[in-house]
């Protein structure tokens, strides 16, 4: 029986993980962040060892069977991250699934994603993942369950919006969750604590000269290092907070180390629904002057900048902010710049 998203989040943190996962629907938003979550459950119980499989053409499915006999020596449990873009394993794939659900093997999850669903990809391999675990649909939003999905996603970040100001949103950017999502993290960003109307709303949109810190961002994607630098010290004169632009940081951060992660990122960017599109671009340049290890490190530095900025670690947070910002711009340089 599938499981609705908010069951799914409660289940997370109720115990013990499941020894399969299906997560799939065409809004990428909600199956992304599904994932997330699911991993860091899975890291925190101890699956330290993650192996990522991307389903292509002419894939290999005793790969899945390989994983999940194999552990490293320096993990005792292991996350399967099977990337399905289409929603459609095919005659060898939905076998071999059906397979593992049979027999699950000890100490080992495995968590399917899938781009793409309808009625007409359940199966008898679908079916036998939502016997043997958990599986999670995630269906578009109703233009009627938007406004709730913005106020709570807003109050999640410290963000009250008025009913007015969050119906004027939803018209704006309906469609497109993502979209909606991204708009939340900056309106967050900027009005951290406030409450927001209709006219600060406008404004807000309107005063795209505010946004410094999503320039920023691009500009260290584009690989210009000293617009970036310039922009960061420029932020640091005016007295911006340096965690909340970490915060929207992390966020580029984890999609680069995403995608990175996979055998073909290109396909994998297209699942991101990069919004503007025209920031693909931006991620494309990124992705291939760095791989997956270069963003995983730049991870591991701004986890140091946080815990600094917090109070929990040593040094100067804004001097190793820096060091991140020409890291993601430089990525050949990375090894000077985070040692």
Not at 133 to 156: D, N, S, T, Y
Not at 278 to 297: Q, S
Not at 303 to 323: N, T, Y
Request: one cysteine or more; glycine letters at 8%; aromatic letters at 6%.
């Amino acid at each position: 029986m599938a499981t609705k998203l908010a069951a799914f989040h409660k289940q997370l943190a109720a115990g013990e993980l499941k020894p399969v996962y299906l997560l799939a629907g065409a809004e990428h938003l909600l199956v992304i962040e599904a994932a997330d979550a699911l991993r860091a459950r899975a890291r925190a119980l101890g699956y330290l060892e993650r192996e990522v499989l991307d389903v292509e053409a002419n894939f290999d499915w005793n790969r899945l069977v390989d994983a999940g006999q194999s552990l490293s020596l320096f993990a005792s449990r292991k996350l399967i991250d099977l990337r399905l873009p289409t929603g459609k394993p095919g005659k060898e794939g939905a076998a071999a699934l059906i397979e593992f659900c049979a027999a699950p093997p000890p100490d080992t999850v495995l968590m399917v994603t899938a781009n793409d669903w309808s009625g007409k990809h359940e199966g008898a391999w679908s079916n036998a993942i939502d016997r043997a675990g958990v599986f999670v649909p995630a269906w578009p939003l109703k233009r009627e369950e938007l406004p709730a999905w913005i106020g709570a996603r807003a109050a999640a970040r410290g963000l009250a919006i008025e009913a007015e100001a969050i119906e004027l949103l939803a018209d704006r950017l309906e469609g497109n969750l993502l979209a909606v999502a991204q708009e939340v993290d900056k309106l967050a960003l900027l009005h951290a604590g406030s409450t927001l109307d209709v006219a600060t709303l406008e404004a807000s949109v309107a005063d795209d000269a505010r946004y410094d810190v999503f320039r920023l961002a691009d500009a260290a994607l584009a690989g210009d290092a000293t617009r970036a630098l310039r922009i960061v010290a420029g932020l640091r004169e005016e007295g911006e907070e340096l965690i909340p632009m970490l915060g929207w940081m992390l966020t580029q951060l984890r999609v680069l180390a995403r995608v990175g992660a996979t055998a073909n990122p290109e396909t994998a960017l297209r699942g991101e629904r990069i919004w503007p599109a025209a920031r693909e671009g931006l991620f494309r340049r990124a992705l291939k002057c760095g791989d997956g290890p270069h963003w995983e490190r730049c991870l591991v530095q701004a986890g140091k900048i946080d815990r600094i900025a917090k109070g929990r670690g040593e040094g100067d947070a804004w001097r190793e902010f820096e060091r991140l910002i020409a890291a993601i711009a430089a990525p050949r340089r990375a090894q000077d710049l985070l040692a």
